[in-house]
């Protein structure tokens, strides 16, 4: 029996496990000086012989501390670098030289360290040695938490029930690791093995599962806590194996949940036993939506299509059901078979969200599979029956395309006026007025593009793929109807009032052309003032201050000194954790996020600034926001992806812009269509680039390494750039959307200009793709390269 265990509160945490990303490497337009940070005391983040301190700047008084990083030349740089990569086994080695004693035995945050990494590399006995020599409170205060629940883990893991007791209970119930301290606590628990034992762990599993019902161990939580009950309290041990059934259907714990239900059997309500039923409607239900989730398309057909018949004509399951069915025909791109699904919907749904769903989706397969007549039906009826409802504009605009492209101008154009007559704040009216100007431009009523334009209060445009797109081509048409110095000016105002967004990187092409000169790397300086008062050379960065409540949150200080050993994945959980209590407050915010980023953890520190700070992209950089733009555009990998960009004839803007966008620079990520690492490149693709690069014994695998993803990456953008003529646009469209079909739509529309060519990309994705990923080509040139403007060829190659 276990004695003396702590006196267990409740507190509630936001717990987020992060990927950890590699070392970056320094940039090379304009030095982006670090976040002013935290420094730990010496006795907390290790000897000032081994580890050097961020230069402050500029210079203040009091100067306030930062983060220490390690030496180049300290013994413990190697070992740091390991654990950035999360190489245990490698850092484990490199632990074990007999000359690092000493210091480690002078340094309880470095032992602290040592045993996370023995722990890691597989050696919990050699973990729990060393922090049995560690008073977590006096020694480590800081990082008290993380000690004892290592501790925890390792006692655990060598089957020492008292110990990993006795640590778990410790950590303090405000800490962030308090629930997984709770779940640790229960399983020592148990392994002890007495009565007394088992009901304290039942104690621990309830106070869990009440406090972090959601938790990604809840699922384990009720499992374990319904095993332990199943003598004691068989009732509640059957609703919580119900509950897994439920709420993990196919999961292997469903499966073990029902056979112990069906061992429980003489407790169950007749209610109940009939919830162990498969073969009812209800349980197909719940694991059709399960399969639906997961993509199980053809499953979700076949055994929803088997049940339907056992529903009612007007249950909500059985609408629910075939809503189901539809989706996944139309998840497989089954649009002819989904239609009559839909149709099912439509006779026997009717006045429910369901009909309402299937006259849009219905509509959307009709119109895929070529029935424009039926579509357009389904639309009318959506902007008839639903007016108020936020389908109601995108069936308008959906009716004038079919309108459009059976070559109805007058009424496609119609249709679009009377959406922008009902909806004139409507989220498709920024598309509606393009499809207005696209059709002018193919009449050449240029005037009439001019005039549509003045005459808007608003264009709707509140995204960065359309945000000054119909100023822009208002100026397109200014310059085809001649008048170059109206189109100057026009393209300079789209510019200055959309900062390094797409559609400015095409005005300051066009005023280059104005200029008669596109050549060279730069043309800003072709463009003169216009551009380079907005984009001045050797732009330095002044550094992103520390909040003075932000240096004082604890939160803070763990993250601090979790970065100074280069743990960053626990750093980044109390560094998401600050981001919520912080989240009113951009400046904590930008402070986060630098920390973030001078500790290499550029998939969240880029994200951060990407998704969280809002604003700061409304203006060009200056010498006050050049260190956020290089927060969200950072050059991760850099000595690597320079050494590919230069063998392969490449800008290594465009595989920074690139690896932003399939990434985020995260190398472990993989797609749910199996893309993998920094580049996403799917396996017959990266073994074909493999074959022809020279790489021999390359497994699918090894796309999660950084450098062997950026070579065979880089090598099939050459393969494309040698395709294309090495058009940034064409690169960025083909990256996406294949070569294949960048090959047709030359072929259909390629004596377009880049512009235009761009808008008729008739897939949405890439037509975005291609917008967004030439924006980031941009700035990464601008910040790094010797470009403030890349030139943009208009004139497209033959393909």
Known sequence: ?????????????????????????????????????????????GSSAHFRVIERFPERDPAPPQIPAIAPSSPFAPIIEDVERESWASAHRKLQNPELRPLLNDDASLRFLAATVAMQAGHPAQALTILNDLDPARDLPILADYASLLKARAALALEDAHTATL??????????????????????????????????????????????????????????????????????????????????????????ATQRLRALDAHLTEARRRLLDDATPERALTLARARF????????INDLSNALQQWPDAADERCEALYLVGRSHTKLRQHTAGTPVYDRILETCPDTDWELR????????????????????????????????????????????????????????????????????????????????????????FQAIIDHVDNLDKTG???????????????????????????????????????????????????????????????????????????????????????????????????????????????????????????????TLWALASLLDAAHAYPISHDLARRHIHGWMDAYPTAETRRHWSIAYPTPFKDTLTRYAEQRDLNP?????????????????????????????????????????????????????????????????????????SHPALIIAGYNGGFGNVSSWLDDFGHEDLDLFVENIPFGQTRDYTKRVL?????????????????????????
């Open 653 to 725: 803007a465009i595989i920074y812009a690139i690896m932003r966008e399939e990434s985020g620079f995260n190398p472990r990520i993989e797609s749910w269509a199996n893309a993998r690492g920094l580049l996403q490149l799917i396996e017959p693709t990266a073994r074909r680039i493999a074959q022809r690069d020279g790489l021999e014994d390359f497994s699918f695998d090894l796309l999660f390494d950084p450098t062997l993803n950026i070579r065979l990456g880089s090598a099939y953008m050459h393969e494309l750039a040698s395709q294309t003529a």
């Open 167 to 256: 640590a778990a209970a410790t950590v303090d119930d405000k800490s962030l690791l308090y629930p997984d301290a709770l779940t640790l606590l229960a399983d020592a628990l148990q392994m002890a093995g007495q009565p007394e034992d088992h009901a304290r762990a039942v104690e621990v599993l309830e106070l869990f599962l009440n406090a972090y019902p959601r938790h990604s161990q809840a699922a384990a939580a009720r499992e374990q806590l319904a095993t332990l009950l199943e003598e004691s309290n068989p009732t509640r041990a059957a609703e919580l194996y119900l509950n897994i059934r439920q709420e993990r259907p196919l999961s292997p714990a469903a499966t073990r």
């Open 293 to 300: 989730d997961r993509h199980q398309s053809e499953r979700v």
């Open 461 to 587: 445009e509140d995204d960065l793929y359309t945000k000054g797109r119909l100023h822009y081509f208002r100026a397109r048409a200014l310059l085809q109807s001649g008048k170059k110095d109206e189109a100057a000016a026009s393209f300079i105002r789209v510019a200055h009032d959309h900062p390094m967004s797409y559609y400015a990187l095409l005005s300051f092409n066009q005023l280059a052309r104005l200029q008669g000169s596109t050549e060279g790397l730069d043309i800003c300086a072709t463009v003169g003032p216009a551009c380079e008062d907005h984009l001045p050379t050797n732009l330095q960065a002044t550094p992103v201050e520390l909040p003075d409540e932000l240096e004082r949150d604890t939160g803070f200080q763990k993250a601090s000194q979790l970065l100074t050993l280069g743990l960053t994945s626990l750093a980044q959980r109390e560094l998401t954790a600050l981001r919520t209590r912080h989240a009113s407050t951009p400046s």
């Open 358 to 445: 299937a006259l849009y989706l219905g509509g959307r397969g009709r119109w895929n599979a070529g029935d424009r007549q039926g579509a357009l039906k389904l639309f009318e009826r959506i902007w008839q029956e639903y007016a108020d409802h936020s389908y109601a504009d995108d069936a308008m605009y959906f009716a004038a395309r079919i309108l459009r492209s059976e070559d109805r101008p007058e009424e496609a154009r119609a249709r679009l006026r009377d959406q922008l007559q009902r909806y004139p704040e409507g989220d498709m009216a920024k598309d509606a007025h393009w499809l207005l100007l696209r059709e002018y431009f193919d009449r050449g009523d």
């Open 1 to 45: 029996m276990i004695r003396n265990l702590p006196t267990i509160t409740l507190a509630l945490a936001a717990l987020l496990t992060l990927a950890l990303p590699l070392p970056a490497y320094a940039q090379s337009r304009g030095d982006a000086p670090p976040t002013e940070l935290a420094q730990s005391t010496p006795r907390e983040a």
């Open 775 to 799: 924006m980031s080509f941009w700035i990464y040139s601008y910040l790094y390269g010797d470009a403030r403007v890349p030139a943009l060829p208009f004139t497209l190659p033959s393909p």
